[in-house]
């Protein structure tokens, strides 16, 4: 199963900014979210992560991690990923 995986990183005003994954485990974006911190050096813990899978599709699948995870980074640095882009793979700690 193909998918597309959007991601919007927004400064948040909230005192604990908001984390909102749609058609993904909210846990599992809270340990991505940790992982891309430790190991990326991009800190998203005063930004609002938003995380959609397009289409209304609930992804379980592990492998969706890295989609996921170069979603946020690319929102996060303001830098898209080229249009050709086809990514899959789990992450772990």
Avoid at 84 to 93: C, P, W
Wanted: hydrophobic share 50%.
């Amino acid at each position: 199963l193909l998918v597309e995986v959007q991601a919007l990183v927004d400064a948040s005003p909230l005192a604990n900014p908001r984390r909102v994954a749609l058609g993904l485990d909210g846990g599992r974006m809270a340990m991505l979210l940790a992982v891309l911190h430790r190991h990326g050096g991009a800190a998203v813990y005063d930004q609002d992560v938003f995380v959609n899978i397009v289409g209304g599709i609930r992804v379980q699948e592990t492998a969706a991690d890295l989609p996921v995870l170069l979603a946020v980074h690319s929102s996060f640095r303001d830098r898209a990923l080229t249009g050709k882009t086809a990514l899959f793979g789990e992450v772990g700690l």
